[in-house]
T-cell receptor, first 112, second 113 residues
Framework: DAKTTQPNSMESNEEEPVHLPCNHSTISGTDYIHWYRQLPSQGPEYVIHGLTSNVNNRMASLAIAEDRKSSTLILHRATLRDAAVYYCILDRGRASGSRLTFGEGTQLTVNP | DAGITQSPRHKVTETGTPVTLRCHQTENHRYMYWYRQDPGHGLRLIHYSYGVKDTDKGEVSDGYSVSRSKTEDFLLTLESATSSQTSVYFC????????????FGAGTRLSVL
């Protein structure tokens, strides 16, 4: 399975936009790009996913490079509640179900 | 937590004893998964199920077995618990028609002494 590379940590200020990068240079044509986040002492939570086109939902936006070798999760206005570990994951969604491979993710700190 | 209940939420046990963790869902999702998470690390897949009585191994399946006799329940069993299995265990569910998005339970914290 293709791997992803993320910075270990990032810092932001409250109410400012946050851009979380992810490199996935060995991505295959059928890999979806998923983002999950994990708040302290909780299970992971789905944020957004996409294949080729940029995606928006109520939580965030996902910008995918034209060659698909990198992507960026965008939180438009960070809040203190967005402080979490963010995981960028590639998944093929096989007929036998998806099998997410979590790396160490990016620890996002949001300053008041 | 998307209709997912993990039980127990906390357990302390001794080395060599059998342990069973339960994941119960009310969403009628086809796929169910068990992950473990160790301090400072991401989640690792232990076993997963793609239907009743259909299961397969994940990345770290040694020492674990699973069973799924009905859609709503997925059991994870440690036949003889070891200290290396001290971890937080998460159950997840997904459904093909929803882009294989996984929804996670709140986790079970297991300590093997």
């Amino acid at each position: 399975d293709a791997k992803t590379t993320q910075p270990n940590s990032m810092e932001s200020n409250e109410e400012e936009p946050v851009h979380l990068p992810c490199n996935h240079s060995t991505i295959s044509g059928t890999d979806y790009i998923h983002w999950y986040r994990q708040l302290p002492s909780q299970g992971p939570e789905y944020v957004i996913h996409g294949l080729t086109s940029n995606v928006n939902n109520r939580m965030a936006s996902l910008a995918i490079a034209e060659d698909r070798k990198s992507s960026t999760l965008i939180l438009h206005r960070a809040t203190l509640r967005d402080a979490a570990v963010y995981y960028c994951i590639l998944d093929r969604g096989r007929a036998s179900g998806s099998r997410l491979t979590f790396g160490e993710g990016t620890q996002l700190t949001v300053n008041p | 937590d998307a209709g997912i209940t993990q039980s127990p939420r906390h357990k302390v046990t001794e080395t060599g004893t059998p342990v069973t963790l339960r994941c119960h869902q009310t969403e009628n999702h086809r796929y169910m998964y068990w992950y473990r998470q160790d301090p400072g690390h991401g989640l690792r897949l232990i076993h997963y199920s793609y239907g009743v009585k259909d299961t397969d191994k994940g990345e770290v399946s040694d020492g674990y077995s699973v069973s799924r006799s009905k859609t709503e329940d997925f059991l994870l069993t440690l036949e003889s618990a070891t200290s290396s299995q001290t971890s937080v265990y998460f159950c997840a569910i997904s459904e093909p028609g929803q882009g294989f998005i996984q929804y996670f339970g709140a986790g079970t914290r297991l300590s093997v002494l």
